[in-house]
């Protein structure tokens, strides 16, 4: 290791970019820190050996320096001299090695002892001065220059968006058609096979698990398991390279962008699942890996009477310090960054709610919303919230600001209650699979504001939901203690996995149930990743840490059935507006040339006579048909035309007893030709049903009825 440097071997260079900026001839490097009072950056080459260099200037509190000569493909750290004293905030240790906030790229994994802790175990008021440069990973500087071709967004409007969870390494790993070396790798989720798959079903935009470089947890390590899902983030602006198929430092950002840049081209958009409310330091007894070590108290909030603890809204032991202007940079610069260097599409937001709390409260109007509200770059992609957090009034389902749409919970919890048999679901029901207007009217919302989810990454996959009554964790190694106990789930008589022709019908059917009422609510639909393919946990609601068969997609065991089926009702949206209206429903008569013309919607019992407000609030309706107008649809199409689509009705029996519904009378249409029975046997060709005519609608199902035209 060499300590001295050069002073002829550092240009002073600018202090923007913040991270490392490769431009052919050099490096520029920059790194903010209000404490420092000395910053050294740290040159690493291929065999571990250290060259550090002080950085010579800073300029509002970002120290700087150009090193002429240093190369895509270098790996770096830095060591900052400053306070260190953790009732005061202050965690600066020049022998801790720190990855760069702003790496673009980094190389290795954590090797979890001792030095990479500021403390020495057992007494977390004493200080380690240990160096933890050999079991740090490090930041690598890329090279930014990346033929995109003729990439161009696809930009699809909200409502015509069928949003896919996935994880990288989950829905890659098993597929047969993928070579063997690239399963699990972006290459992956570029390969033709996986395009083709998300084009069959009628997917818009793939919504990517946490890419964003994370830690592996020791406490998991430990128990020979890892942090699967990712939400540990380090490297807020580096994409993972457990992802990457080659282990070239800062390949995996050219392997993403060209994943990327192949879903661009089958017009597939990306949209990223970003963690900005944490990072994987944890709290005081976390190790120091790199902004704890930059400077604690801006990157970090702090408890106000003693600083030597964190405040956790998150679960996970820290929360981002979004009421420093650094913090709040860091995080536009990154979102800024993936959109104009990697392409991406949009982004949702992990436990949002905590990029609210500026103070205490969230404040759905606090300085982290207005930078996103005015930033030319960052407002114009898809802004996806999780609208809660842990800590209090974290609930805000409804509740931000206009630009936003949002995962609805309530989507979610009242589908799943409406197709169990609950009572007192009825009128929610209708509520939300006509887009929440009670949620998301007030704030100038549309009906896209609502991000439909029946299930999601967090909880039970569809076919487990209808076959689990309880959670079955025992995998993860803490006695079934973790994960949700409360899944509004129905197991159809029997516990997991069994041969009862009956049950296996009726589990199948329940899927069809769950994936047409997702696909033909308005709003955005999203599938989680395997659900059209029947994919099983087990049982297991919280596969966090299971990188195995439990979470993976089994490929070679796929329902093709429920996957043909979900294409054909995907398709059905596609064609039709009236599933996509990009209003909400008035019910008011939608008048036509003078002429009174029929409702927008309206609510029929199963006896054919319109709901009155004694059938919402009767508590033990579990029946319902609805007439969705699609002549009147008041919205044009991008050509500026005016869209007419046919007429539906949509009749849902969640009664345990097939039920005879009556089609509303010539009023509404003369003539209805079935298109969807979930209940239905493969290749029933059903014959049109005439006006105010009955209709069986079977016992736990929808029919789905298209209006025929003369």
């Known amino acids: 290791m060499s300590s001295a440097p050069n002073p002829a071997e550092v240009w002073p260079g600018k202090a923007y970019p913040l991270g490392s900026t490769y431009d052919g001839s050099g490096t520029n490097f920059a790194v903010f820190s209000e404490v420092a009072e000395r910053v050294e950056l740290c040159l690493f080459d291929a065999d571990g050996n250290e060259t550090r260099y002080s950085l010579p200037e800073v300029d509002g509190f970002v120290w700087h320096g150009f090193l002429p000569g240093i190369e895509s493909g270098q790996r770096y750290g830095y060591r900052i001299h400053g306070p260190y004293d953790p009732a005061e905030g202050h965690r600066c240790n020049p022998n801790k090695l720190l990855l760069d906030p702003y790496s673009k790229a980094i190389d290795g994994n954590f090797q979890w002892e001792q030095s990479l802790f500021g403390y020495n175990f057992g007494d977390p008021d004493s200080r380690n001065?240990?160096?933890?440069?050999?079991?740090?990973?490090k930041s690598v500087v890329i090279n930014p220059f990346f033929d995109w071709g003729n990439d161009r967004p696809p930009q699809r409007e909200y409502a015509d968006s069928l949003i896919y969870e996935a994880h990288v390494k989950g829905l890659t790993e098993t597929h047969p058609a993928i070579p063997d070396q690239i399963r699990g790798t972006y290459a992956a989720i570029g390969h033709p096979a996986i395009i083709e798959h998300l084009k069959g079903l009628g997917v818009t935009a793939i919504e990517l698990m946490p890419v964003h470089h994370f830690a592996n947890d020791s406490t998991l390590i430990d128990k020979g398991l890892s942090n699967y899902w990712g939400y540990n983030t380090i490297g807020f602006f580096a994409p993972d390279s457990k992802y990457a198929s080659s282990p070239t430092p800062g390949n995996q950002v050219q392997e993403f962008k060209a994943m990327v840049r192949a879903l661009h081209e089958a017009g597939i958009e990306v949209i990223l699942d970003v963690v900005y409310n944490h990072t994987a330091e944890g709290n005081h007894m976390g190790p120091t890996l790199s902004m704890r070590g930059i400077d604690n108290a801006a990157y970090y909030r702090l408890v106000d009477d003693d600083k030597r603890y964190y405040m956790d809204y998150t679960g996970t032991g820290n929360s981002l310090n979004v009421g420093h202007p650094h913090s709040l940079q860091l995080i536009m610069d990154s979102l800024r960054y993936w959109v104009t260097e990697m392409h991406v599409d949009g982004f949702r937001f992990d436990l949002a709610s905590t990029l609210a709390r500026e103070f205490y409260d969230v404040d759905r109007l606090s300085t982290f919303f207005e930078l996103v509200q005015q930033d030319p770059t960052v407002s114009q992609v898809k802004l996806i919230a999780e609208p809660w957090d842990v800590g209090p009034g974290g609930y805000q389902v409804g509740n931000f600001p206009p630009q936003w749409t949002e995962w609805n919970g309530k989507y979610r919890d009242t589908v799943r209650d409406f197709w169990r048999g609950e009572d007192a679901s009825l009128g929610e029901f209708?509520?939300?699979?006509?887009?929440?207007?009670?949620?998301?009217?007030?704030?100038?919302?549309?009906?896209?504001?609502?991000?439909?989810?029946?299930?999601?990454?967090?909880?039970?996959?569809?076919?487990?939901?209808?076959?689990?009554?309880?959670?079955?964790?025992?995998?993860?190694?803490?006695?079934n203690n973790d994960g949700e106990s409360h899944n509004r789930s129905w197991n159809c008589g029997v516990e997991g996995p069994t041969d009862d022709p009956e049950i296996v019908a009726l589990r199948a059917q329940q899927q069809r149930n769950f994936l047409t009422t997702l696909l033909l609510s308005q709003g955005v639909p999203m599938i989680c990743h395997g659900d059209e393919l029947g994919r099983t946990q087990g049982g297991n609601n919280n596969g966090y840490c299971q990188d195995n068969e439990i979470t993976w997609v089994d490929w070679e065991t796929a329902d093709q059935a429920l996957l043909e089926f979900a294409g054909t009702v995907s398709m059905l949206r596609a064609d039709h507006p009236v599933f996509r209206r990009r209003r909400f429903f008035t019910g008011r008569p939608l008048r036509q040339r003078g002429a009174k013309g029929r409702p927008d919607i309206s609510w029929f019992r199963p006896d054919g006579t319109e709901m009155s407000e004694e059938d919402w609030d009767s508590g033990f309706g579990k029946s319902v048909a609805v007439y969705l107008n699609g002549q009147g649809i008041p919205d044009l199409d991008p050509r500026g035309h005016r869209v007419t689509d046919d007429s539906f009705v949509v009749c849902f029996n969640a009664h345990h007893e097939p039920i005879e519904f009556t089609v509303p009378s010539e009023e509404f249409g003369d003539l209805w030709q079935p298109v969807v029975d979930t209940a239905a046997e493969p290749g029933a060709e059903p014959a049109p049903v005439p006006a105010a005519e009955a209709l069986k609608v079977g016992a736990r199902s929808i029919v789905v009825l298209q209006a025929v035209s003369k």
């Open 430 to 479: 209708a509520s939300r699979i006509t887009g929440s207007a009670d949620l998301y009217e007030h704030t100038a919302r549309r009906p896209v504001a609502s991000i439909n989810f029946v299930t999601a990454h967090d909880g039970f996959t569809l076919r487990d939901l209808v076959s689990y009554n309880d959670k079955h964790n025992e995998a993860n190694g803490e006695d």
């Open 129 to 137: 001065d240990e160096d933890s440069a050999a079991a740090m990973p």
